[in-house]
């Protein structure tokens, strides 16, 4: 793979501050993204699995300067670099947009949907309102909805209709770049099939870079090039689609590919599932040494210990395990 | 051996913007140890069918049209409220798709549990609370960290959906309706949760209505599915045959709608919105989404047939 790389994060680290103690200064951070570093590269869809509170939306916001970041730095090829350190956020936002899960929260109300998706035009370019009016109407064509819906309210739309609203809005600056937040599992199956669809030929077309965060393995599967999994902010295990489903290395990542249901009764039954006991721990205190080791099967002393590092294993496949 | 028989049951919601028939001559039965699997996107009646037999619908707005549902001999919908109110506490366990809402945050998860047995069985508080232990032991929440001295919110996503299903099962239920009972939860954790209904069910050798959206979690542990859409029921067959021979468009649209992990079949979707609960049908609820839709599906309605053993289909074709 020589693709350029689009979006570099080096050592990512992005804290919720809790209330702190007046009398006793406890560090209470919720570690949210607790150390992350990957690569973004052009055109690709880096898929980012885990469960809630894994912080993959955390990342997904982080990366587009809505969240601050506590430590480590974000570099975009010639669009800027977001730091920890003020003054010197540079991101032209234009190039980087997203896509939100919700679709009954994520537009207004009291706008139009042709309005929604005209917003970022009015801030990004100088254009003539007739113009502006015949780009949302080129976009609503291109999300798959009629162009005479642009005078409507969101909420006279079904929930697939209002996230190709959502993607109509994301697509409206010519973006190189959309973070897909969720955007399918508010929705009924037979309409998630018809918007991965959408955004798997919308980005094949205009050559879009997606980061597609989702807790639906099998979805990832569907539209993702690469995929990094990611529990309790950090990441485990990182590599093409084909790696990670077919030779998973991480104990994790091979519960995680387990307990998917596979809509195939025979198979289904057939399975050999590994059950992980109890839950994710509280970000606040990960466990000492390996974030996993509280609930992995394959626990040996030194993974309470020291902390595995995300190491290559070969070009296309990256592992933080001891074991492996 | 049949456990409950439901023969054309009708509901409809009376509402601000006009009648939602809900559910329409909806026809099915439940046999005794197996686990019925219920599937059908947002709306399309599933819960409402299962809700509305145990009196757990609110009427108004809701109304039972019409039909019968036969258990031990006796139509439940004919029963009156404090026949019903005994007859949900002691044969009949339900669990919920969301157990944070489902579950009184005041008062503590034990107290909870308790609440059935004594009011029902007239244990005293202690002899339940024991029970309760070792119920909650059983689903697998161990004793650690005060866990039943606990509320709600002191528990993760997981530990409330156990301590949900100890309450279910604490008075051996015949009839476990589980609706949507692992949506809100992880992956790992819905395995967990899926594992410990089945080891329940073979011990206490209850029935299981398993209603959800996810026809993965369906293949894993249904014996037999219903298929649901706008209010009907569009298809029925034992599991395997379903996944393997799937009949009606809608079913087949279901199952193409998923993509297959380790597999290039490109997924297909079905076009079209789900449809509107306030308008009537004439023809076929699913013609308007059908791709294979004839003159005669808009105007005639198909009828639930038999096409072999155990499987029917609503679909001319």
Redo the contacts between chains.
């Keep these: 793979m020589d693709a350029k790389k689009l979006i570099e994060i080096r050592d990512l680290k992005v804290f919720y501050k809790t209330a702190s103690n007046l009398f006793f200064k406890k560090n209470n951070d919720v570690r949210a993204v607790n150390g992350v570093s990957l690569e973004i590269y052009e055109k690709e869809t880096l898929g980012l699995v885990g469960e809630s509170g894994c912080g993959k939306s955390t990342l997904g916001r982080a990366i587009l300067d809505l969240r601050p970041i506590e430590k480590g730095s974000i570099n975009f090829d010639e669009s800027g670099q977001i730091n920890n350190k003020k003054g010197i956020n540079k991101l032209n936002k234009k190039n980087y947009q997203i896509i939100f899960q919700d679709p009954f929260s994520s537009l207004n109300p009291r706008m139009s949907v042709g309005d929604i998706v005209k917003e970022p035009l009015d801030i990004h370019y100088n254009l003539r309102t007739s113009e502006k009016i015949n780009r949302v109407k080129d976009l609503f064509k291109m999300v798959g909805l009629d162009p005479s819906y642009i005078y409507r309210y969101p909420h006279e739309f079904s929930g697939g209709q209002r996230q190709r609203i959502g993607i109509a809005r994301a697509l409206a600056v010519s973006p190189k770049f959309i973070v897909c937040d969720e955007p399918i599992s508010a929705l009924d199956v037979s309409i998630q099939a018809q918007i991965i669809k959408l955004l798997k030929k919308l980005q094949l077309e205009l050559g879009l870079t997606l980061l597609f965060i989702s807790h639906d393995l099998s979805v990832v599967w569907y539209i993702a090039d690469r995929i990094a999994v990611m529990y309790l902010g950090k990441i485990l295990e990182i590599g093409s689609k084909k790696e990670i489903f077919q030779n998973p290395k991480h104990p994790y990542t091979k519960a995680l590919l387990s307990s998917i249901p596979m809509p195939d009764p025979l198979e289904e039954r057939k399975r050999e599932k590994i059950i992980l006991e109890g839950d994710m721990p509280n970000p606040t205190h990960p466990p000492a040494g390996c974030v996993f080791s509280s609930r992995c099967p394959n626990y040996i002393d030194e993974c309470s210990i020291s902390e595995p590092m995300l190491i290559p294993k070969n070009n296309k496949h990256s592992v933080a395990c001891h074991l492996v | 051996m049949k456990l409950l028989e439901v023969k054309k049951l009708n509901i409809k919601f009376n509402i601000l913007d006009g009648i939602v028939n809900a559910v329409n001559d909806v026809s099915f039965e439940i046999k005794k140890g197996e686990v019925l699997g219920v599937v059908g996107?947002?709306g399309s009646g599933k819960s409402v069918t299962f809700l509305s037999l145990f009196g757990l619908i609110p009427q108004p707005p809701g109304e039972i049209v019409s039909g019968r549902a036969i258990y031990k001999s006796e139509n439940l919908l004919d029963m009156s409220k404090k026949k019903l109110s005994k007859l949900r506490a002691d044969e009949i366990g339900f669990i919920y798709q969301d157990p944070l809402t489902s579950l009184n945050p005041v008062l503590k998860i034990i107290t909870q549990i308790i609440e059935s047995p004594v009011l029902n069985r007239r244990l005293t508080k202690a002899q339940a609370i024991s029970e309760a232990k070792v119920l909650l032991k059983h689903v697998g929440i161990s004793d650690q960290k005060k866990n039943y001295d606990s509320y709600p919110h002191q528990f993760?996503?997981?530990?409330r959906q156990r301590a949900m299903i100890a309450m279910a099962i604490a008075n051996k239920p015949n009839i476990l309706i589980a609706d949507e009972p692992t949506t809100a939860l992880?992956?790992?954790?819905?395995?967990?949760i899926i594992?410990l209904v089945k080891k329940i069910k073979d011990e206490i050798g209850m029935s299981v209505v398993w209603i959800s959206?996810?026809?993965?979690?369906i293949?894993?542990i249904a014996d037999r599915v219903i298929v649901m859409y706008a209010g009907y029921i569009v298809e029925e067959a034992p599991?395997?045959e379903l996944?393997k021979n799937p009949k009606h468009p809608y079913t087949r649209?279901?199952?193409?709608?998923?993509?297959?992990?380790?597999s290039d079949i490109?997924?297909?979707?079905?076009?079209g919105?789900?449809p509107d609960g306030l308008k009537k049908h004439i023809g076929c609820p699913f013609s308007e989404r059908c791709s294979s839709v004839m003159d005669k599906c808009i105007n005639s309605l198909p009828a639930l047939k038999k096409i072999r053993n155990n499987h029917s289909v609503s679909c001319f074709l």
């Design positions: 996107e947002s993760s996503g997981g530990m992880d992956v790992t954790i819905q395995a967990q594992e959206h996810d026809l993965g979690v293949a894993g599991v395997l996944f649209g279901l199952l193409n709608s998923i993509p297959r992990i380790n490109d997924v297909e979707g079905i076009d919105i789900p």
